[in-house]
C-alpha cells in the first residue's frame, strides 16, 4: 500500500482530532507492546519491514510534514532520521536501501520509543495551539497522517506474521487461541442486473487520491458468491491437482509456481500424513502453529492461485467495479484489527456447508455448474432459464464483504478516468504504482476498524502472497 | 503474440484457399532468402527465436492440427520435430526450452527447407482433395494458420533486427536504403464525444478470440493526437532529462531504467558529439545503421517510455477502447511489410511541424499545455472553453493509425467481459497471457498488410521494447 | 575458520582447566556487554552470523560433544537448537539455512543467556566430578572446545564490525578513542637463505588437526618486509590507479573489482576532497568512523587487493612455508584482542617511514626496485651482488608478525602431505574446505592471545574482505 | 587454456617450418569441414566458442604478432577483426562480450575462409621472404603460434561436442563408430620412492612460460595407480550413493552438485533401467550417443568429482609434481588426436580388471585398502612391511600417462618459484588466471600429438567438466 494524499474533508473541530490522534498512536505502540526488541529488527524479506521501521516511519511522516512546516520552534529530534525513515527516498544507483532495513540495529526499540514520544507531544501542543486558519489548512493532513499510520498498523502484523513464520520455534504473536471452528455457511450466488453504474469516491469524507473520480461504468449482469472460499474447498483444488496442472494458471502464475515451488498457501505446512486427509496441514497464524480449519477461508494466497482456484471452479474472479457495486450499501462492519481475532473465520449463519471429506475421493465437486455458463465440465445452462431470472428472487445475503480477507478481483490497478495525482512532495508517487499489480478489495482481519470504504483500493503485484488475499468466486449473468 | 483461436469465417470455395496458401507459404521464405545459414541460428536473448526455428514452427502447426488428424496416409516428416518445434511444449520442472532454441544447429536450415516443401505439398493435396464435409470443416483452421503464419513472419523480422543489432558488423537485412527524411505533419488533436460504445469484434471475417466479444463500455471526452510522435520529439524529452527524472515514470519503469541502463530507445546509438545536436544519434533499422531521422516516428520503445514521455508532454497514453473506437471507421492501410520499407516513416501531409533543432536550448517546448487540462506546467484551461467548443471543428485526420508503429495504450491486456477460450489444444492457452501485459494496436511496418482490424489486439510486458512499439498521445477531453 | 580437530594434548591435571573454562566462557559475554539485543540478531551478509547464534553456538558444542556423552543425567536445555545452533547441518535441497540465521529473533538475548548459564553450570559439574579415566579421555575435547570458543570471539568481533559498517550512523563497538597515530617504522627486507625446512605442527601442544603433519618443503632463498604494509603506501596504489588497471590483477581479481565495484579497501570511505590529500579518507574501525591513519596497517583488503598491490610494488606475497619459516623462532607476541586497541597499529620502532604526502604527484615511489630481481620499472640487479651478499647482515626484524593483521599468503589452502581428518563427527568437515580458499598466517587485532601459533593455518576464499586481512610484502632472495 | 609465451628455441631451418605451418593451418580447417554453417555459430554457454570464432581468432593471432609488425606491405584483412576475434580484449565495464560470441552470425563461415587463406599465404609469403635476421627474431613467435593453434584445435573439439550434446537429435561429430569395447587392465599400484626432486621445464624446445623455472620439490613417497579409473568403477561409486553423500565431498564441490544438479558425469544420459545394470547408462561422444563402456576410462568429471571419487576409494589425487616425477621418463605417446579416435578407450595389457556386475550388491569393492595407510574402512597396514617394501619390485608399468584423458590433480594452479611472465602483449596475461584453478597434466584423445610434455600445465576451474578432465588415483607411499 502507498501512501495517497486524497481529496480531504474539513473538519474544524479540534476537540475530535485529540482523541483520534492519541488513540491511534496508542494502537501503533499497543501492537509492537509484546515483542522482543529482537523480533522488531528483523526483515525476512525485501517487502517486509521491521517493527521499528514502520513505528518511526510514521512518526517521520508526523514530523515532516506537520511540525516542521507548521510547529513554531520545534525541534527535529535526530536529522539522520529524514534518510533512515522516509521511505519516498529513491536511490539513484545499484544500492537500494529497502531491502536493507533489517541491517539496522540502531536506532534501537528504545530510542524510537523516545522518537516517538517527543514527536506526539509535538503533535499534541500542534492540535491544542495552532490558530484557527493553521488548523484549517492541516486538518486534512492531520486526517491523513492518521489514515498513514493506519495502513502501517496493518504492515506491522502482516511483516510481524511473516518474520515468525521464518522460525522453526514457530513464535506466536498473540498468546489467546484462535476460536474454535464452527461450519461455513453454504455456497450461494446472488445476481446482479448491471448497467451504466457509477463508482469511484464521490467526495464525502477522507479518501485515498487513487479512489477517484468518480465515473461510469458498464457492466454485463453477474453473478458473486455470498461469502470467501474456504480452506476446504481450496483443499479440494489441491488434491485435484491445482498447483500441477498447467491448465489452470496463468503464464505467468505458472512461472511463479515453478520458480517458488508453491503447493499450497504461503503459511500452510504439511504434516505427516494421517488417516484423515483433512487434518494433513496445519497453518501459521499470528496465534502460531494451528490445525488447518477447513471451514475457514483460505488466506495467504496469491492472484495467480487466486484465478487459478477460480479456472479450476469453473468460474473467475470478480472485477473491481462488480465488487464495489455490490458492496456500496452495505455497511463498513466485519472481521477487522479491533475485533482481537487477527484471522480470517467463518460467519455465523443460517445455512451451512456440508463437511467436507477430502480422503473420500467420491465426494461432490464443491462448485457445480453456474446455471448461465459453459464451465469446465463442460455442462450447459438452458438459455431461456437466463433469460427469464428473476433477480429479485436472488437478493441472497452477501457475508464477509469486509474484514476477514482481502478480495483479489481479476482489475489490473489503473487510474481511473480523469485521475490528477496531488502536486507536491505527497502526491509525488500518487500514480506510480499503477502498473503490474492488481487491485483487492474489502481489509482483512488485521485492517483497522473505520479505515475502510467501498471505493477503498489496495493493491499489490499478483504473486504477492503475504498479504492477507483471499477469494471471492463471480460468473457472468 | 500469442496463438489464439477464433471464431473462424466458412469459407467454402477452395479455389480461393489455394492461392492464399500458396502466397503466405511463399512470402514465409522470402524472408530469409536473403539471410545466411549462419543468421538464421542465432538466438540473440530469450524472447527471441531462430529465422529456421520460425519456419519449421509454423510448419508444425500445418501437420500438426490439418495434416495428422485430416490426410489419409500422411507421412510425419520426423517424430522429432514434434518436441523441437512445438512452442506450446511447457517444460514442468528446471529447464525450460525456449532460451535454449538457439542452441540447435540441427535441423539445418537446408532440412528445414525439406520439410516445408514436403508439409506445403501435402497441404495443397488436402485442399485439392478433401471431400466437402472435411473442406468445411478445415477452412477456419486453414485461416487460422494463415494468420498464424503471418504473426510468425512479423516475428521473423522482429527478431532478425534483434540479431543483427548485437553484431558490431551492423549487418543490414534490407540492402536498398531507406528513403529520405521528409518533414512530419503538424502535430493537431482530434477530438471524440466518448458516451457508451462498442468495441470488440463483431464476428464478420475471421479474428482470434480475444478480439471478443464486443461489449459496450463507456468514454468520457478524449482527443487523440493526429500522428505518432517522431524521434525529434523524443529527443527533446531525453535532452530535457526524461530518462533521469524519477517524476516521470511508473515505479516498475524506473526500476527498468536502472536495471538496463536505458538511454534512448533500443536501437539507438550514439555518436561523437557533433556541433549539430540532431546528428549526434544513429539507429539500428533493417536496413543497416543510419543516421536518426528526426521526422520519423520514435519506435522500439518499452510501454513504461510511453508512458514517461507522455507524462512529461503533459499528455498520457489512449485506452484501448479509446483507440478502436477512433479507427473504427479508418480504412486498414498504412506503411505495412507489403510496402518494402520495414520502417516506420513520416506521412505526406499539408501542414508540417517545424524543424526541431535540439542544440538550441531556448526552443519551445514541443507540447503546448492541453486546452481542457492541468499540465506539468501548471496551467489550467478556460473552463467555458471546453464546454463551448464545437466538436465538429475538431474532425482533422488522424494519422499512421495503422501500420508505422504498434500504438502502446494504457490498457493491461485483460479479457473482456464474457470472454471463453475455445476448447481444446488449439485454445489450450487463449487466456493465459492476460496478465503482466499492455495492449498495442494498429500494426507496423513489418505487420503482414491484410492481418489487421480495429478489433486487433497485440500485446507484450511493459519492459518489451524489440517489437515495432510506438507513442501516440491522448488527453481527457 | 572451520572447527576442526587436532592432536591433542594430554593435561590431567583438571584444576588447571577450570579457570581456563571459566575465563574462555566469560570473555564471550563480555564481548557482548555492551550490545543492545537489536544488535545481536541482524545478519549483515551471508558469511555473517549474528552475535546471539555465536553465544548459542558455542554453547551446543559444549552440551552436544561433552554433557551429552558424558555427564550423567544432563538434561538437554532445548531439543530444538540442535537444530538451530548446528553449524554443521547440511541442507540437503533449496535452502540453506546459514544465510538466514539473521531472520530468527526467537530464542532472544536473554534466552541464550540461561543457556549459556544452564551449560556453563554443567560443564563445571563434568570438570568437578569426572573420574579420572573420563577426565583423561574429555581433557583434549575441552581444549578443542576452548580453543572453538575462542575461534567465536575472533568472529563475533569481524561480524558486528560489518554489522555495523552498514548503519549510516556507523555506531561505535568500543566507546574509547583508537590511540593517536604514530609513525610507522622505515620498511627494510629481512634474508632468508631457503634450503630443505621443515613446516607444520610438531605435535607438542595444541593443534588443529590442518597444521599437520610436520614435513619437508623446499624453499628458494627469500626476503620478506619487516613489517607490514601501510595506509599511506596502500593510498600510493589507488592514486596510480591500481583499481583501473587490469595489469596488476588476477583474473579472477579483476571480475570481482568490477562485480562488486571496489575502489578502496572494505571500511574505507571517501570523503569531500581536501587540500590534503591525506585527509580525503576516514575508516570505519570498532571504535566508529575515524581519519585514516596512513601509518596504520592497511586492513580489510582481499587476498586479490593483496596480490595486485604486490604486482604494483614489484614484489609478491610470501608462500605460507616461507612466512612459516620466517616465524618460527618469534614470541607469540603483538596487538591482540587482549590488548584491547581491536584495530592494527604502528608498532614502536627506531627508523621511522618518511611522511607520505599523497597530494605531492611528484614523490618518490614507496617501493624501490628489489635488489635482486627485475621489477616492473624493468631494473636488474647485479648478480653479483646478490651472491655475495651476506645474509647474516640483514637480521633486521620482523615486526608485527603476530597480531595487527591476518597476512595473505600465495598458498591455496590445501592438505599436507600425510594429512589425514579425525573420525566421526568432530572430524566430519576437517578438510571439506581446502579448495578455492588462500591462507592467512598470524592473527590479528581481534584474535584472543594464546589462540596462535606459527603453525596456525587461517583461510579465506580469495574475495573475502571482512577479515583482518593485510599485507606483508616478500621477493625472491 | 590461456595463451601462454614461452622461452623459445631457436629454429632457423626455416625449411623446417614451411610443412608444420601448413599442417597446422590444415588441420584446423580439416575439423570443420563435415560441420554445418549453422554447427560453428552456436555458443552453448560461456565458456564455449563457436567453430567460426575459433578459426578467426587463431587467424588474427598471425596478422597481429607476424604479419603487421613484419612483413612489408600486409594489408590487414578487415580492421573491426581485431576487435571481434582479439581473446585479450577486456571489456571495462558492464559488457563482457565473451558471452556474446554466439551471437554474431557475421563474418559468416565463407567469409572467414577467405580471411585463412588471406592470412596464410601472407604468413607463407613472410616465411619465404624475410632476411635471416627477421626469420630469427620471429622463428619463436612462429612456434608460438603453432602451439597457440593447436590449442584452439583442441578447444574446436570439446566445444562442438558440448554443442552437439544439448541437441535432443544428439548429432554426430565423426560418422565412424566407436571401437568396440575390450577389458581394461587389472588395477595396480606402483611405488616411488619421493625425494628432492627437480619438475618443470628444462629449457630444452619449446614450453609456455607457466612450465617454468625448474626448480626442486620434496615429495614423500607415494603411490599412483597403474591406469585411469574405468567407467564400471564409478558407476560403482554413483551406486553407492557417491552423489549424495555429503562425507566424500569438497565443501565447494557439495555446493555445485546441489546448485547444478549433478549426479553423473557430464555427458552420461541416464536410459530406462533394464535388468543388467550396465545398461542403464550411455554417453554421449564425438561419435554421437553410445552404450557406456564400463571398461573405458571415466570422462568429463569436475575436480570435484575426482576428488570426491578418491575420497570414496579411500585415495587421494596425485599432486601435479607427484605426476611429473612419475612421468618425466616416459615416451609422449598414447590416445591422441591425430589417432582419430576422439573418445578415452582401454589400452591393452596384460592383465584384466574382472567384469564389474554392478547389479549385483554383493560384489567386491573395487577398491581394497591401500596397504600403507588408514583408508575409509578403517584398516591399518603393518608398519613394518611399509618400512621394508622393495620399492624395485613395484615396476609395473604406467598405462595412460598421455593421451586419453587429462588427469585431475591435487595442485591449486599457481606460479613457480621464480615465475616471470613474458614482457608485452603477448605475456600479459600470462598469471592472471594463477587463482582458483587446478592442474591437470597429459593430454586427452582430442589433443594433437606432439603439442604435450612431462612439464605441460593445463589448468580449468574445479567445477569444469567440458574438458575431457578424468582420474588417476594416489596414496602415500
Known amino acids: 500500500m502507498a501512501l495517497t494524499a486524497g481529496r480531504l474533508a474539513h473538519v474544524e473541530n479540534r476537540e475530535a482530532w485529540r482523541p483520534r490522534f492519541a488513540d491511534c498512536r496508542a494502537r501503533s505502540e499497543a501492537l509492537a507492546q509484546h515483542l522482543l526488541p529482537e523480533d522488531q529488527v528483523v526483515q525476512s524479506m525485501p517487502d517486509v ?92 493532513l492531520i486526517e491523513l497522517g492518521l489514515a498513514h499510520e493506519e495502513q502501517h498498523q496493518e504492515l506491522i502484523l502482516m511483516d510481524i506474521k511473516h518474520v515468525f513464520a521464518q522460525n522453526p520455534l514457530a513464535p506466536a504473536y498473540r498468546t489467546a487461541p484462535l476460536r474454535p471452528a464452527r461450519a461455513a455457511p453454504a455456497l ?45 474447498e481450496y483443499l479440494a483444488f489441491i488434491a485435484d491437482g491445482g498447483y500441477r496442472r498447467l491448465e489452470f494458471w496463468l503464464s505467468d502464475g ?68 462488480e465488487w464495489e457495486t455490490a458492496a456500496a450499501d452495505l455497511p463498513v462492519a466485519g472481521n477487522f484489527l479491533d475485533g482481537g ?22 465426494a461432490p465437486h464443491p462448485y457445480p455448474p453456474p446455471r448461465g455458463g459453459r464451465v469446465r465440465e463442460g455442462v450447459t445452462a438452458d438459455a431461456s432459464d437466463r433469460a427469464n431470472r428473476d433477480l429479485s428472487a436472488s437478493l441472497v445475503p452477501l457475508l464477509q464483504i469486509y474484514g476477514d480477507c482481502w478480495e483479489w478481483t481479476q482489475s489490473a490497478y489503473a487510474p481511473y478516468p480523469g485521475f490528477r495525482a496531488v502536486e ?54
Chains 1, 2, 3, 4 share one sequence.
Open 49 to 140: 519491514s521491521p517493527t521499528k521501521w514502520h513505528l518511526a516511519h510514521v512518526t517521520w511522516f508526523w514530523e515532516t510534514f506537520l511540525l516542521l512546516p507548521r510547529l513554531a520552534g520545534y525541534r527535529v529530534f535526530d536529522p539522520a532520521y529524514n534518510h533512515l525513515f522516509n521511505s519516498y527516498y529513491e536511490a539513484v544507483g545499484p544500492r537500494h536501501p529497502r531491502p536493507t532495513r533489517g541491517l539496522l540495529s540502531r536506532p534501537g526499540v528504545a530510542e524510537i520509543a523516545r522518537y516517538r514520544a517527543h514527536v506526539t507531544a509535538a503533535m499534541e501542543r500542534l492540535i491544542a495551539t495552532a490558530d484557527a486558519a493553521t488548523f484549517r489548512a492541516i486538518a486534512p
Open 341 to 362: 481475532i487477527l484471522h480470517p473465520s467463518a460467519p455465523i449463519a443460517d445455512r451451512l456447508t456440508p463437511t467436507l471429506t477430502l480422503s473420500d475421493r467420491d
Open 254 to 321: 505458472w512461472a511463479a509456481v515453478q520458480a517458488q515451488g508453491w503447493e499450497a498457501p504461503l503459511y500452510w505446512r504439511r504434516a505427516p500424513e494421517k488417516a484423515d486427509g483433512n487434518e494433513r496441514w496445519s497453518e501459521f497464524t499470528l496465534a502460531g502453529l494451528v490445525p488447518l480449519d477447513p471451514f475457514a477461508p483460505v488466506v495467504h494466497v496469491s492472484h495467480y492461485e487466486a484465478d487459478a482456484f477460480a479456472r479450476w471452479a469453473g468460474r473467475r474472479l470478480p472485477t473491481e467495479a
Open 424 to 477: 507536491g512532495a505527497i502526491g509525488e508517487y500518487n500514480g506510480k504504482f499503477m502498473s503490474g499489480q492488481m487491485v483487492l478489495k474489502g481489509g482483512c482481519a488485521v485492517t483497522p476498524a473505520g479505515h475502510l470504504r467501498a471505493s477503498y483500493r489496495n493493491f499489490f503485484p499478483p504473486a504477492a502472497r503475504w498479504c492477507f488475499g483471499g477469494i471471492r468466486l463471480a460468473e457472468d449473468g
Open 188 to 232: 450461494e450466488w446472488r445476481d446482479f442486473a448491471g448497467g451504466l453504474v457509477e463508482i469511484g469516491h464521490d467526495g464525502a469524507g477522507f479518501a485515498f487520491d487513487n479512489e477517484g473520480p468518480r465515473h461510469k461504468v458498464w457492466l454485463e449482469r453477474f453473478r458473486l458468491a455470498t461469502r470467501l472460499v474456504t480452506n476446504g
